[in-house]
């Protein structure tokens, strides 16, 4: 599996995620279902050139949503928190200087 098929997209607009960014230096990433800890290990420090101390997952379970009268579920999916090492960071948006 290719490293752009680890990572599907970072988990940036939460409150938790912001907070894990700005105190703890952790980032939060939507990962393949079948992707482990190493693979995603690998796959952060080739995608974004950062020094990566360690990789915790979840499977987040899917939702039930009403739909008309019946019921259905939204996928099952998983997270990664990744922790960089001291002086690392990640810059998803370009910054604008004022």
Same mark, same amino acid.
């Given at each position: 599996?290719? #490293?752009? *098929?680890?990572?599907?997209?970072?988990?940036?607009?939460?409150?938790?995620? !912001?907070?894990?960014?700005?105190?703890?230096? *952790?980032?939060?990433?939507?990962?393949?279902? /079948?992707? %482990?800890?190493?693979?995603?290990? !690998?796959?952060?420090?080739?995608?974004?050139?950062? /020094?990566?101390?360690?990789? %915790?997952?979840? %499977? *987040?379970?899917?939702?039930?949503?009403?739909?008309?009268?019946?019921? !259905?579920?939204?996928?099952?999916?998983?997270? #990664?928190?990744?922790?960089?090492?001291?002086?690392? !960071?990640? /810059?998803?948006?370009?910054?604008? #200087?004022?």
């Amino acid at each position: 599996m290719h #490293a752009e *098929q680890v990572i599907k997209r970072p988990i940036l607009l939460t409150e938790k995620a !912001s907070r894990l960014r700005e105190g703890d230096n *952790q980032y939060v990433f939507e990962v393949d279902a /079948k992707a %482990n800890k190493i693979a995603i290990r !690998s796959a952060v420090e080739k995608l974004f050139s950062v /020094k990566v101390t360690s990789v %915790n997952t979840l %499977n *987040q379970r899917g939702k039930d949503r009403r739909m008309g009268r019946g019921v !259905s579920k939204r996928p099952n999916w998983k997270k #990664a928190f990744v922790t960089l090492a001291e002086g690392h !960071s990640i /810059k998803f948006f370009a910054e604008e #200087a004022e």
